[in-house]
């Protein structure tokens, strides 16, 4: 079993910047493929990316988000640069011990409790 908390979310102007961090239980973390997801209200779930043996970005996202690993400290981040209104959204970090559909909700077993991000214009 692994347990995910997310943190660093909150409220930021347009244009600015926020890092989540996600933090896992476990002493398996290095083997396990991390996703970030999102949720605005009234809409589904999607990926922002995910972190694995390669690293991958929706392109809402791409050039403007980072993710990264500490296996050390067990945590994945979310660097968020350039935030706009529609980055507002509830993210999630996600987990799974798999390689495949790593695009998709369905493809993770572990899933944290989230963390609101709002951008304001």
């Known amino acids: 079993q692994v347990q995910l908390v997310e943190s660093g979310g909150g409220l930021v102007q347009a244009g600015g910047s926020l890092r989540l961090s996600c933090a896992a239980s476990?002493?398996?973390?290095?083997?396990?493929?991390m996703g970030w997801f999102r949720q605005a209200p009234g809409k589904e779930r999607e990926l922002v990316g995910y972190i694995s043996l390669s690293t991958y970005y929706a392109d809402s996202v791409k050039d403007r988000f980072t993710i990264s690993r500490d296996n050390a400290k067990n945590t994945v981040y979310l660097q968020m640069n350039s935030l706009k209104p529609e980055d507002t959204a509830v993210y999630y970090c996600a987990a799974t011990g798999r390689r495949t559909f790593l695009m998709s909700p369905r493809g993770y077993d572990y899933w944290g409790q989230g963390t609101q991000v709002t951008v304001s214009s």
């Open positions: 476990g002493r398996t973390f290095s083997t396990y493929a």
